[in-house]
């Protein structure tokens, strides 16, 4: 019989192998959502891209039909400012959510590393970079949002609100 300062061979192995399959499903957990983030940022940007395209049509309509309705030009500059204003508002936020998504793929990404350190050995996966900011999707997901506003503002300042008078 075993006495209680004795330790069983079958008991280490039991922790050892629930230690092992926690692992593995905690890693796989870590990879759905590394691969729900990278979904995410693709989603967003379709948000972005559509909620965009209707708001800068409503101003370009605005712009091409205000006399017609019989609007003011002080009124309709300012539904175009509106509306540009509308999609500023929505480019910062699918903004915050790609950045916000970015550092959550990178907490992932360094929990991943932490695993397979642990478990299969130090050094399996190289933890991110931040010199890879260039290769990141991400990165040009911004780039992207951030040109366009700037495009919009600038072209509606250059040619629709002065030609609204």
Not at 106 to 118: M, V
Request: aromatic letters at 10%; charged letters at 20%.
């Amino acid at each position: 019989m075993g006495e209680s300062g004795e330790a069983r061979p079958e008991a280490a192995t039991d922790t050892a192998t629930v230690r092992n399959e926690f692992a593995l499903e905690r890693y796989r957990y870590v990879l759905q959502q590394i691969h729900a983030v990278n979904e995410n940022a693709h989603r967003f940007l379709a948000i972005y891209q559509t909620l965009a395209t209707a708001l800068v049509t409503a101003a370009l309509a605005l712009f091409i039909g205000y006399r017609k309705w019989d609007l003011a030009a002080a009124t309709a500059r300012g539904g175009v400012i509106g509306l540009l204003t509308l999609v500023t508002v929505v480019a910062a936020f699918t903004g915050t959510l790609i950045v916000v998504g970015a550092l959550a793929w990178l907490d992932y990404r360094n929990e991943e590393c932490d695993i397979t350190d642990e478990i299969v050995g130090p050094g399996f996966r190289k933890r991110p970079r931040s010199g890879n900011l260039l290769r990141w999707y991400e990165t040009y997901v911004l780039l992207f949002i951030l040109v366009s506003v700037i495009t919009m503002w600038v072209l509606a300042a250059l040619f629709l609100l002065p030609a609204m008078r």
